[in-house]
């Protein structure tokens, strides 16, 4: 008897334990993704028995009570939204987006991630009632939809309520309209579609303009927000409404989608080929962050994905280039313009958001993604970078060739802006890019009648050659500097045996005395600087271009610089 009522007792404490389990798990299902909350006209009108989707799936509103019984919210359906842009059986889950679709798929869009901050962020407090509400403004293009549901889900669930004003999703005319479409049934969620493919900057405009908080946030559409990301960003913005500021920028991982901390200790920088890039803090500012972790960094570039900034600022600074096309450059006009017209440029250690990136663009560049790229960047340093582009075009010669479009309203506006020169901004925002000390005193083409000193297409230990000239640059595009150095890119003229006859090579500018020559008009005699050797063209057609015994008398010795600058 005694043994039945212990077993008996067992089984009730077993289903006790079962039952509470259920009710804890079957009530965090219910409020834990307050995100997909229906908009109270959608839930009615949109989401009834009519609301199918796509073939073979049909939303229907999944409707959930608040713990204290009073009110009932429709949800919104992610499982059917997202089945509908899934992958067909078979298809390569890369091929799409660049990234790994299959594992993002299968994450919900509350999945919790690891809090990256450190601890003394962690403790900060923020008067919540003091920040200004923002719009957050997405754009995308042919976005997975899991990924582009994970940020808005991330936006909503991760910030205050109340600081949230809208979040616009701005369709850059992707393929499917039923991708954002479907969204704008979420609370808070407002989706504005282009008539065509409009890119980055005009697209981000159009959200601008059409927002109605006082602080606007730009993010991409495969981001995650982490914890308390938009307080600290929303107070230093508050503080000082020139301040443009951005979030540590955390990796999410491209195959797995492992989301993974990065360093604060880093800033965004450049070379003189103007493509961005992380770089660590000096030493004496990294001390400087171990007494205190969380105060701000100045930082000469941002990413570009992701900032906050006060809307008329924004609209007072010029917005964007309207000018530049679908991607690229623009972070690099942004922080030379935020910088040489008053304003500053902040990474805030405290806020941490989570980016996916890829190493291949998923969309198409009309003109390639390097014409592109190069013309936005040409608009960026005509306008703002005064008599020092002409170390972006000793650095990328190439694009010298790409026509760039009128900049005649970039100019006004700067000149209406009264801002400063860029010998200012290398002074006194980014004194660590140092100016080259071998500036190019002539830049083009090393000609012998109706040809030119070609690389061949041979790159590192190559020879080089004449070859009929075509006046585009590319391989035919040097530049002999002050130094001596006659340079094709980072690849530099050099005279490895001290001997008549030896055949020129290209190694990396290093300044050896190999590397080092002298043009002597007006003769047209390319000397080496140490040897009494000249570049000669009479073993061309077998051994591409020589160093033989100087003689102004020989025509195969004889060269015109063209096109200096």
């Given at each position: 008897?005694?043994r039945n009522?212990k077993?008996?007792?067992?089984c009730?404490?077993?289903?006790?334990?079962?039952i509470i389990y259920?009710?804890?798990t079957?009530?965090?299902t219910?409020?834990e993704?307050?995100?997909?909350?229906?908009?109270?006209?959608?839930?009615?009108?949109q989401?009834?028995?009519?609301?199918?989707?796509?073939?073979?799936?049909?939303?229907s509103p999944?409707t959930?009570?608040t713990?204290?019984?009073r009110?009932t919210w429709n949800y919104?359906?992610?499982?059917a939204y997202?089945?509908?842009g899934?992958?067909?059986?078979?298809?390569?889950p890369y091929v799409?987006?660049r990234?790994n679709?299959?594992?993002?798929?299968?994450l919900?869009s509350?999945?919790?991630?690891?809090?990256t901050?450190?601890?003394?962020?962690r403790q900060?407090?923020?008067?919540?009632?003091?920040l200004?509400?923002t719009?957050v403004?997405?754009?995308?293009?042919?976005?997975?939809?899991s990924?582009l549901?994970?940020?808005?889900?991330?936006?909503?669930?991760?910030?205050?309520?109340?600081?949230i004003k809208?979040?616009?999703?701005?369709?850059?005319?992707s393929?499917?309209a039923?991708?954002?479409?479907?969204?704008a049934?979420?609370?808070?969620?407002?989706v504005?579609?282009?008539?065509?493919r409009?890119?980055?900057?005009?697209?981000?405009?159009?959200?601008?303009?059409a927002?109605?908080?006082?602080?606007?946030?730009?993010?991409?559409s495969?981001?995650e927000?982490?914890?308390?990301?938009?307080?600290?960003?929303?107070?230093?913005?508050?503080?000082?409404a020139?301040?443009v500021?951005c979030?540590?920028i955390?990796v999410?991982s491209?195959?797995?989608?492992q989301y993974?901390?990065?360093?604060?200790d880093?800033r965004?920088?450049?070379d003189?080929?103007?493509?961005?890039k992380?770089e660590?803090?000096?030493?004496?500012e990294?001390q400087?962050?171990?007494?205190?972790p969380?105060q701000p960094?100045?930082t000469?570039?941002?990413?570009g994905?992701?900032f906050?900034i006060?809307?008329a600022?924004?609209?007072?600074?010029?917005?964007y280039d309207m000018?530049m096309d679908v991607w690229?450059g623009?972070?690099?006009?942004?922080s030379?313009?935020v910088w040489?017209?008053?304003?500053?440029?902040?990474?805030i250690?405290?806020?941490?958001v989570g980016?996916?990136?890829?190493?291949r663009?998923p969309?198409?560049?009309?003109?390639?993604s390097?014409n592109v790229?190069a013309r936005?960047?040409?608009?960026a340093?005509?306008?703002?970078?005064?008599?020092?582009k002409?170390?972006?075009?000793?650095?990328?010669?190439?694009?010298?060739?790409i026509?760039?479009?009128?900049i005649?309203?970039?100019?006004?506006?700067r000149e209406q802006?009264?801002?400063?020169?860029?010998k200012?901004?290398?002074e006194h925002?980014y004194?660590?890019?140092s100016v080259?000390?071998?500036?190019?005193?002539?830049?083009?083409?090393?000609?012998?009648g109706?040809?030119?000193?070609?690389?061949?297409?041979?790159l590192l230990?190559?020879?080089?050659a004449?070859?009929q000239c075509?006046?585009t640059g590319?391989?035919?595009?040097w530049?002999l500097?002050?130094?001596g150095?006659?340079?094709?890119h980072d690849?530099c003229?050099t005279l490895d045996k001290y001997?008549?006859?030896a055949?020129?090579?290209?190694?990396?500018c290093?300044?050896s005395?190999g590397q080092?020559w002298?043009?002597?008009?007006?003769?047209g005699l390319?000397?080496h600087?140490?040897?009494?050797?000249c570049l000669d063209s009479?073993?061309?057609?077998v051994r591409?271009?020589?160093a033989e015994?100087?003689?102004?008398h020989?025509?195969?010795?004889r060269?015109?610089?063209?096109g200096?600058?």
């Open positions: 008897m005694r009522v077993i008996l007792l067992l009730s404490i077993t289903w006790m334990f079962v259920y009710l804890q079957n009530g965090e219910k409020t993704n307050r995100a997909l909350r229906l908009k109270e006209n959608v839930a009615v009108s989401y009834g028995d009519e609301s199918v989707v796509g073939t073979g799936v049909q939303m999944q959930f009570e713990t204290d019984g009110l919104f359906d992610e499982a997202v089945a509908r899934g992958l067909r059986e078979g298809e390569d799409r987006n990234f679709q299959e594992a993002t798929d299968n919900p509350n999945r919790e991630i690891p809090d901050r450190n601890k003394m962020c900060k407090k923020w008067q919540i009632e003091d200004p509400p719009s403004i997405i754009t995308f293009h042919n976005e997975a939809r990924t549901l994970r940020t808005v889900v991330s936006v909503l669930n991760r910030s205050p309520e109340r600081l809208e979040i616009i999703l701005v369709d850059d005319f393929d499917y039923e991708d954002g479409e479907e969204l049934k979420i609370q808070k969620v407002r504005l579609r282009n008539e065509k409009e890119g980055l900057m005009r697209s981000r405009v159009r959200g601008a303009e927002a109605t908080a006082s602080v606007l946030t730009f993010l991409d495969h981001c927000c982490n914890t308390n990301w938009l307080e600290p960003l929303l107070e230093r913005v508050a503080e000082n020139t301040r500021v979030p540590v955390d999410i491209m195959d797995t989608f993974i901390g990065a360093s604060a880093l965004g920088g450049f003189w080929n103007l493509v961005f992380w660590y803090l000096n030493p004496m990294r400087s962050r171990q007494k205190d969380t960094i100045r000469p570039m941002i990413a994905g992701l906050v006060n809307k600022y924004f609209e007072k600074l010029g917005k000018k690229g623009e972070n690099l006009e942004i030379f313009r040489q017209c008053g304003g500053s440029l902040e990474i250690p405290c806020s941490r980016h996916v990136f890829r190493k663009h969309y198409t560049f009309p003109g390639g390097g790229f936005n960047t040409r608009r340093a005509e306008v703002w970078m005064d008599e020092y002409q170390y972006y075009y000793a650095a990328v010669p190439l694009a010298k060739n026509p760039f479009g009128d005649q309203d970039r100019l006004i506006l802006l009264q801002c400063k020169p860029f200012w901004y290398l925002v004194p660590e890019l080259p000390h071998t500036t190019s005193a002539n830049f083009g083409e090393f000609r012998q109706i040809y030119c000193l070609d690389t061949m297409g041979h230990d190559g020879t080089v004449l070859y075509h006046h590319g391989n035919q595009e530049s500097t002050n130094g150095l006659i340079k094709h690849l003229l001997a008549k006859g055949q020129v090579v290209m190694r990396i290093d300044g005395d080092k002298r043009y002597l008009s007006p003769d390319v000397k600087t140490r040897l009494p050797l009479r073993y061309n057609d591409g271009i020589t015994r100087c003689n102004s020989l025509d195969s010795q060269w015109t610089l063209a200096s600058i």
